[in-house]
C-alpha cells in the first residue's frame, strides 16, 4: 500500500505539473486563437468596406436580389459571434464614424492608438466598462487606408470558453490518475506479493517459528531470494535447537556450580587484576562476616598489612605462569580476628589465554589446627609412655645387678673389687640412659637461620675425621658446586651428622670408606651418606626410630629416634637403605632455601 501511494504521488506530481502546463498552454492558445478569429472578423469587414471605395453604396447579397448594407453587415456578423457587442468603422482622416455605433467607451482615449494601428495593421487592447470587462480590436489593410475597423468583443464569453476547457481538462485528468492508481495498485500488487511472503518468513523466523517454509512459484530473482530464506529459516531451526540445548546444559552447569560453590564449606573469593574483590560465596559470608554487597569492590580486606607485599610477588608469579601449592597463612576477619587459614590461589583465564581474575579458596584451619594439636599430645604421651616403659626397663637392669651385688657384699661383708668394677659399668649404663633421654625430653630453643648444608657437614666431618683415622675409616666426600641454602637449626642438624656418621663409623670395626654425596634438585637439597658396614636385616629396618630398639649390643635406640625428629621439625625426609654384608645407605632432602626467607605467607 505504501509502495502504491508512493507511485500515486509521483504520478500526482507528474500530472499536475502537466495539467499546469497543459492549461498554461491551453489558455495562450486560446487567447493567440481568439486573437485571430479577431483579426480574421476585422479583415472580412474591413475587405467589405474596401470595396465600397470609399462610398456608401449597397452591395449584391449572396441571396439573390437582396441588397447588403453595412448595418445588416454588421447583424450577420453579430449572429455569427455573439460575442462581439459593437462594430465601429472610424475615417483615418477625420476620425468620423460613418458607420456602425461607438456606445463602448473607457476611460482611455481609443483616438490614441490610431497611430499605432497604421504601424501595426492590428492591435487588440482590455478594457473594464462598468466592472464588466471587454476586449476592443482595431483593424486598418495596407490597401486602403481610409477605414479603421473597431470591434468590441464580450471577454465573459472567451473566459467561459476558457473554463469549459479547463473543466474538461480537469476531468480527463481525474479520470487518468483514477486509471492510473487502479493500474499502478494492480501492478504493484503482482510486483510485492513475493516480498510479502519473503516479509511473513521474516517475520515468522522473528518470531522463532521455522516450520512452515515459503512456496515458491516464480523462477526470477524474488524466487531465488524465498529459496535462500527458506534455506536460511531451516539453518536458523537447526542453530536455534542446538543454542537451546547449549543453553540448557549451561544452565544446568551454572546451577550445578553455583550450587557446589555456595554449599562447599570452603571460602571463595574472585579478585580482579588490582585486587578488587568481584564475587564471593556464602563460606565466605560466614567466615570472614562480609556480606556480598559489603564486600564487592573492596581491596583486599581479609588480607593483614604485614603480608601485601607477599600477597603481590606470589600474584606476580602467578601472571608469570607458575602453579602455586597451598598455601598456610592468617587471615583477618571483618571484627579484626586473625585466623589460620590454607589459601589456594589460581588465575582465571579469557578465551585468549590472558589472566583477567583471581579465584582465592580458603579453608579454616582452626580445626584442623586444634585436631593435630590432640594428636601431637596424644603422640607425645604414646612417646612419652614408650620411653618410660624402656627407660623402666633398661634402667631396672642393671640396677637388679647393682642389688643382687650389695646384697652378696652385704651377706659376705667383704668388698670384691670384681664385683664393684661391675656395679661402676651398671652405673656407667644408667648414666648414658639418662642423658640420651634428657637429649630427646630436654626442650631446645629452635633459631632457625639460612645455612650452606655443605658448610655444615664439612663442620661435622672435621670433627669426626679423627676418631674415623682411629678406626681405619676414609671420608670421600662429593658435593656440588651450586650454593645448597637451607634453613635450618645449625646445631640440630650437626647432631643429626654426628649421629648417621658415628652409625656408619661403629658399623664398620674393620675399616672402610664413608661416601658423601651432596647434590642440589630444584626444590630441595639431597644429601646420601653411604658406608661398607656389615648392613641392617630387611626385618629390622622397619623398626629403626623406635625407642630403644637398637641392632648394637652398647646402643639405646634413641639416636635415630632423635635425628628423625629433628628432620621432620626441618620439614624433610630420612630413608634408610641396607644390605647386609653390603652397606648401608642413609638419604636426607631438605627443602631448598632460594632467597633470603620473610615473614609472610611463606614464612608462616
Known sequence: MKFSVLITLIVLTFFIFHHMLSEYSMTEGMKEQARRSMQDTSMHVASFFS???????????PIEGEQLSPEKLFDIVKALNPNIKEITVFEQDTLAIPFGTYTYMDSKSDYSLFSNVRSSGFLLRKMQINEQSYFRSYYTTGLNNNYIISIVYDSDGIKQLISQKR??????????????????????????????DILWKVNEVSSVRFQQPIRIKRKDEFGLLALKVNAMSQNLSIYMNKLRRAFEENRRMKEHLESFINHTSDAIHLNDLDGKIIQVNRAFELLFGYEEEEATGLVYPILPDTHRAEMRHMLNQLLLGKALPAQETMCVTKTGELIPVSVTISPIRDSDGTIRAFASISRDMRSRNKMEEL????????????????????????????????QLQQESKKLTLSHVTLMLSELDRINLIVGEFLILAKPQATRFVAKDVRNVLQDVIALMNSEALLHNIEFRISFTEEACLISCEENQLKQVFINLLKNAIEAM???????????????????????????????MIPKIGDPFFTGKETGTGLGIMVSQRIINSHRGTLDIKSQVNVGTTVHLQLPALKEEPESGILGQ
Do not use: C
Open 51 to 61: 470595396s465600397l471605395g470609399g462610398k456608401s453604396v449597397n452591395v449584391s447579397s
Open 167 to 196: 473543466n474538461d481538462a480537469l476531468i480527463y485528468t481525474g479520470i487518468t490518475m483514477l486509471l492510473v492508481l487502479i493500474i499502478s495498485y494492480w501492478m504493484v500488487g503482482v510486483m510485492i506479493r513475493p516480498l510479502k
Open 375 to 406: 594428636l601431637r599430645r596424644s603422640e607425645k604421651l604414646t612417646t612419652v609412655g614408650q620411653l618410660a616403659a624402656g627407660v623402666a626397663h633398661e634402667i631396672r637392669n642393671p640396677l637388679t645387678t647393682l642389688r643382687g651385688f650389695l
Open 509 to 539: 670395626p674393620s675399616g672402610g670408606t664413608i661416601h658423601i654425596y651432596i647434590t642440589y634438585k630444584r626444590d630441595y637439597i639431597s644429601i646420601t651418606i653411604t658406608d661398607e658396614g656389615v648392613g641392617i636385616p630387611d626385618e
